[in-house]
C-alpha cells in the first residue's frame, strides 16, 4: 500500500478530481449500459453473487467519487477547485438517484434468488432493493422526473448551505492585550497590523484556541458572535427552500414527511422516534448538566459577578476548571502535540492497522517537546 499522493500545483488538482471523481461515475456508467444491453444480468453471468457483486461495484464507484468530492469541497483552500469538486459531487448524487429509478436495473436485481446467498449478502440484496423504492422506481416516468429535479435542486441547496458556511471568513480585530492567556506560537502568529490592532478570523485554527485560553470576555463573545453568524442571513433563503423541497420529496414518496424518509434507514426508524429519543435523552441528563453549568458559571462569576454564562464562556471555564481541579494544562500538553509529531505518530498508526510500510519525509521528523 502507497501514501496517497496529493498535487502540489493548482491544475493538478483538477486533474486529481477528473481521475478520483468522474472516472469512478464513468466506470459505474459502463456497468450500468452493460446491464442494458445484456440479456440476463450486469456481466452476462447467471450467477446470482456475480449480478450482485457488479452491483456493489457500482456503488462503491459512486461512493468514491462522493467522499473525495465532498472532503474537497469543504476544504480546499482553492474556491475554483472547491466549486470543481462541487459540480463533482453534485454529478454523482444525480448519477446515484438515476440509477436507482431505473426500472431495468430494479427488475434484475427483484429477479435474484436470495436462497443462493449468504446472510450478509442476502441482507445486501434487501437494502438495496430498498433504496430503489426510496429513490422512486415504483413512481410513474412524469413522478421520477419530478423526483429526479427535487433531488438535484436538494443536492445543490446543501451544497451552497455548506459552502456559504465555509466560505464565509469573517473576523473581528482585538487590541494585542486581548490575546492574554493564548500559547507564543498563536500570539506571534497573528501579528499586530498597521492599525495597532490583531486580526483574528472565524476559522477553526483561529477560533478553537481563541475560545479556549483567551481570558478576555469581551473578545471571546465577539469572536464567538462572528463565528456563529457565518453565511447569515445568506442561508435564511436556502434553508427555507430546502426544508420545503424535502417535504415535497417525502410527500412524493408516501411519507408523512422528511422526517420519517430520512428516519426509516437509521436506528431511531421513524419521525416521532426522533421527539421521543431526544425528549428521554434530555430528561436523563437534564439533572447533570444543570449541575455542570452552575459549577462553570459559578466559577465565570468569580471573574465577572455581573456577567451570565454564554456559549461564548464555555470552552473557557472548561479549561479553567480542568486546569484548578485536576492540574490538566492543554497548553502544556500541546507542547507534545507538534504538527511534525501528530503526522508521525498517525503514520505510525496506520502502518499498524493496515500493514503499510510509508517513507519517511524528513518534513515530519519528531521534534522535542
Known amino acids: 500500500m502507497l501514501p496517497l499522493e496529493l498535487p502540489t500545483a493548482p491544475q493538478g488538482w483538477f486533474d486529481f478530481l477528473a481521475a478520483r471523481c468522474d472516472h469512478e461515475l464513468e466506470t459505474a456508467q459502463r456497468i450500468v449500459d452493460r446491464v442494458g444491453e445484456g440479456a440476463g444480468d450486469f456481466s452476462g453471468r447467471l450467477d446470482t453473487a456475480g449480478t450482485l457483486a457488479d452491483w456493489n461495484t457500482i456503488t462503491l464507484c459512486l461512493q468514491n467519487a462522493t467522499s473525495v468530492a465532498n472532503v474537497i469541497g469543504l476544504a480546499h483552500p482553492d474556491g475554483e477547485v472547491r466549486e470543481r469538486a462541487r459540480q463533482a459531487e453534485l454529478a454523482a448524487a444525480t448519477m446515484g438517484t438515476r440509477i436507482r429509478q431505473d426500472p431495468r436495473l430494479h427488475s434484475k436485481l427483484a429477479a435474484l434468488d436470495a436462497g443462493r446467498l449468504d446472510e450478509a449478502a442476502a441482507r445486501t440484496l434487501r437494502l438495496t432493493l430498498r433504496d430503489f423504492r426510496r429513490a422512486g422506481v415504483d413512481l410513474d416516468e412524469p413522478q421520477r422526473r419530478e423526483l429526479q429535479r427535487l433531488v438535484e435542486r436538494c443536492a445543490e441547496l446543501s451544497q451552497q448551505f455548506e459552502g456559504n458556511i465555509s466560505d464565509d471568513v469573517r473576523t473581528v480585530r482585538l487590541r494585542p492585550d486581548q490575546l492574554d492567556g493564548l500559547p507564543e506560537d498563536y500570539v506571534a502568529a497573528h501579528p499586530e497590523g498597521p492599525d495597532g490592532t490583531v486580526e483574528i478570523t472565524t476559522r477553526y485554527p483561529d477560533v478553537l484556541p481563541f475560545l479556549s485560553f483567551a481570558r478576555d470576555l469581551e473578545a471571546r463573545r465577539s469572536l464567538m458572535a462572528a463565528f456563529l453568524g457565518r453565511a447569515w442571513p445568506a442561508n435564511d433563503a436556502v434553508l427555507s427552500e430546502l426544508l420545503e423541497l424535502r417535504a415535497r420529496r417525502a410527500h412524493l414518496l408516501g411519507y408523512d414527511g422528511w422526517a420519517d424518509y430520512d428516519a426509516e434507514i437509521k436506528m ?66 500541546r507542547r507534545y502535540l507538534r504538527f511534525p509529531n501528530v503526522v508521525a505518530g498517525l503514520l505510525e498508526v496506520n502502518a499498524d492497522l493496515f500493514r503499510s510500510r510509508v517513507p519517511p519525509d524528513p518534513r515530519c521528523a519528531r521534534v522535542a517537546p
Do not use: C, M, N
Not at 459549577?295 to 459577578?305: C, N
Not at 473557557?316 to 480542568?322: A, C, G, N
Open 268 to 333: 431511531v426508524g421513524s419521525g416521532p422516534g426522533i421527539a421521543e429519543f431526544l425528549e428521554g435523552l434530555a430528561a436523563a441528563v437534564a439533572p447533570v448538566v444543570r449541575v455542570e453549568v452552575d459549577e462553570i458559571e459559578t466559577r465565570l462569576r468569580q471573574d465577572h459577578p455581573d456577567k451570565r454564562l454564554t456559549r461564548g464562556d464555555l470552552d473557557h471555564y472548561l479549561e479553567v476548571l480542568r486546569r484548578e481541579r485536576f492540574d490538566v494544562d492543554e497548553a502544556e500538553i
